[in-house]
């Protein structure tokens, strides 16, 4: 083979040759360099975020139903859920789930907040909003609020991010890629340097990299330029295939470890990918993930009250293959689950009421979810405000989104505030972090929400530990061990307590393994995982 054919055959091999995950889950370097593998270890703790997108503008308001509020109803003649239909979890003034969180055989989101992993984000957004789908997704992923489209918004706030981590990039690389993005490259992990990792891509284009049959040295090319440049291009094609193997290998080590039940459909698929991917032990610090389908104009939720429709599915979907996720992670170890935070986003809410087809049109203030073991667990943000709207008629603002990229840059990433303001291109009118998102390394939150805290020292334990709680009032308390499955192994307390701190001992000769602690009182509930070693 003469040189030129070979570079330009080996190049665009190396750059577009996808990685088989699994069927129809295919990842591809973002150019040729991200695909080149260097033994460099990750040189910044070992925490994995989970960005989930949901295109299209998820609906607040039927997804965190204020069934307690009559205006709702009078804002939804149509597509308003009965209370009766919804997923009660009780709590300060009601808090009612949309019956599609609760779909699965973990109970989806319902599950996981009675768990303690599942945080609900209420009146989260921007002022002022861009009713555009494509300015206002930037502005998110982007992590920038600019609405004027006249200015570009070309670098995301996790690209910022693994920029400012890895200053060498992309001279040196990590033996692992830094992010892995499935559905096409997104905005948010775009820095000045290009795309920080690798992409979902052609399911039809082959794996791996192979050279074409005769490919040889000219016979007269050694100690020329020829046979440097040839030798530097077989050294790309070797790590091009080796970082293949890594992720490939990593992939189908762990999905043999999944015993989560995981749909056919694409979100599904996902996060039965990523879970593997985690278990095979990728050292990769970003995932992207998305789901598609929430621009609901038309039909988005049935006129019985009962909530069915295309909205309730989505979101069933998203939540069960969520809580499988999550349960898997769980069943990996502490040490893996405790490593894992995902949050959703979607690029606005919908208007409070609905309109003439069934669904709602284009809004502001909406909620998300963060999800994982360090989350503590409840609700930020009240109750939505349905009568004081704004000058368009939506919700106002409670939480600007940035506010929560800046608590996940600093008790999750454990930046500075001042390196997380400089990722987030130090705006003048950037907001405070959202203090008690996130447990502190002691397992108690760095803040509070109006929820109950829970913790116990030392965890991992042998066989005797304390349990510490706060209740904020007088009430019948209940604590639990439970395995992994949902089956209670030991009852450790229940009898009504004031309100105060408290610090009970925990005695247990259950063998090795993880099980969850689990604290109920007043329709609230706290949860954290235990791992009992012996």
Known sequence: MKRRTFLQSSLASAALAPVLLEKNVYARPSTPLKLLAQLAPLDVNDKILILVQLFGGNDGLNTIVPANDDTYYTLRPNIGIKATSLINRGGPNGFYMNPGLGFGDKQGFAGMFDLGQLAVLRGIGYTPPNLSHFRSTDIWLSGINDSNANDVLSTGWLGRFLEQQYPNFPSQ???????????????????????????????????????????????????????????????????????????????????????????????????????????????????????????????????????????????????????????????????????????????????????????????????????????NGGVFGN??????????????????????????????????????????????????PLGGLIKSSSGVATGSPEWLSLSLYPNPMVSNAKITFDLPQNSYTKLVLTAMDGRQVQEIFARTLASGTYTIPLTTDLPSGAYLLSMWTSGEHAATVVEVVR
Not at 293 to 315: C, E, P
Not at 415 to 423: Q, W
């Open 383 to 432: 109750a939505p405000d349905l009568v004081n709207l704004d000058s368009n008629g939506d919700l106002a603002v409670q939480i600007d989104f940035r506010s929560v990229y800046q608590t996940l840059l600093t008790d999750w990433f454990g930046m500075t505030s001042t390196d997380a303001k400089t990722v987030l291109e130090n705006q003048l009118d950037l907001p405070n």
């Open 173 to 375: 690389l990590p033996t692992d890629p830094l992010a892995i993005n499935f559905g096409g490259f997104s905005l948010a992990l775009t820095s000045e340097k290009g795309r920080m990792g690798i992409e979902v891509d052609n399911p039809n284009l082959q794996s791996g990299f192979v050279s074409a049959a005769g490919d040889t040295l000219d016979d007269q090319s050694a100690g020329t330029r020829y046979a440097v440049e040839y030798a530097f291009v077989q050294d790309i094609a070797a790590r091009s295939n080796a970082y293949a193997e890594r992720v490939k290998n990593a992939f189908s080590t762990g999905v043999s470890a999944l015993q989560g039940h995981y749909a056919t459909n694409g979100f599904a698929q996902q996060m039965k990918s990523v879970a593997a991917l985690i278990a095979g032990g990728l050292n990769t610090r970003v995932y992207v993930v998305n789901m598609g389908g929430f621009d609901t104009h038309v039909q988005q939720a049935a006129t019985d009250g009962t909530g069915s429709g295309t909205q309730t599915n989505l979101l069933g979907q998203m939540a069960d293959a969520i809580a499988q996720f999550q349960s898997d992670l769980l069943l990996m170890g502490s040490s893996t689950a405790d490593r894992v935070l995902g949050f959703t986003l979607s690029e606005f809410g919908r208007r409070p009421h609905d309109n003439n087809s069934n669904g709602t049109d284009h809004g502001a203030a909406s909620m998300q979810f963060v999800f994982g073991t360090r989350v």
